[in-house]
Antibody, heavy 115, light 109 residues
Framework: QVQLVESGGGLVKPGGSLRLSCTVS????????MNWIRQAPGKGLEWISH????????DYADSVRGRFSISRDNANNSVYLQMNSLRVEDTAIYYC????????WGQGTLVTVSS | IVLTQSPGTLSLSPGERATLSCRAS?????????LAWYQQKPGQAPRLLIY???SRATGIPDRFSGSGSGTDFTLTISRLEPEDFAVYYC?????????FGQGTKLEIK
């Protein structure tokens, strides 16, 4: 069955960096666009990044553009989110989700940015 | 495109009908007529309910239905079950960017 598992979250100081991973199984990663979505504590969902199937097209929300970078390794069934220059307001649960409809989601990984 | 959901909170009893609204700031037309609905329970990831405005995702009970076009979309739950009380989000995929509504909390009255 389709599974997505995020990892790499944790506590980081403002200005720091973190790299999240999303490892998928149950489908060929090369068949699907992939996305990162986050949810700040007690808040709604915010889409932050998209990668096309081959990784050539990438898009970002204005709130993270220039600081975050999405990449993927289809051979190893993984999608990544490199997060630099982290801010307190980046504190959230980060989810990866499949396709344009977000039909499958991981369980999320918590990123806390605090001094 | 900005998506505005209403009401913010909806208080109903099991067995009642729920109608949730999602209004887009511009008409959603063309190839990417993609308006989806998700359900999120506390401590869980969102779950896709409806895509393409009206198609149920795999495994979603038929008491959930989606409708609408242009700027106005609706998620209807025909008869509420206890497990349906959750937060619901609409989502639009367009050529440029993805957008979520702010969510509607469906709570037990």
């Amino acid at each position: 069955q389709v599974q997505l598992v995020e990892s790499g979250g944790g506590l980081v100081k403002p200005g720091g960096s973190l790299r999240l991973s999303c490892t998928v199984s149950g489908f060929p990663l090369s068949d699907d666009d992939m996305n990162w979505i986050r949810q700040a504590p007690g808040k709604g969902l915010e889409w932050i990044s998209h990668s096309s199937r081959g990784g050539t097209y990438r898009d970002y929300a204005d709130s993270v553009r220039g600081r975050f970078s999405i990449s993927r390794d289809n051979a190893n069934n993984s999608v990544y989110l490199q997060m630099n220059s982290l801010r307190v307001e980046d504190t959230a649960i980060y989810y990866c989700a499949r396709g344009v409809n977000f039909d499958f989601w991981g369980q999320g990984t918590l990123v806390t940015v605090s001094s | 495109i900005v998506l505005t959901q209403s009401p913010g909170t909806l208080s109903l009893s099991p067995g009642e009908r729920a109608t949730l609204s999602c209004r887009a700031s511009q008409s959603i037309t063309g190839r990417y007529l993609d308006l989806a609905w998700y359900q999120q329970k506390p401590g869980q990831a969102p779950r896709l309910l409806i895509y393409g405005a009206s198609s149920r995702a795999t495994g979603i009970p038929d008491r959930f239905s989606g409708s609408g076009s242009g700027t106005d979309f609706t998620l209807t739950i025909s008869r509420l079950e206890p497990e349906d009380f959750a937060v619901y989000y609409c989502h639009h995929y367009g050529i440029s960017r993805y957008t979520f509504g702010q969510g509607t909390k469906l709570e037990i009255k």
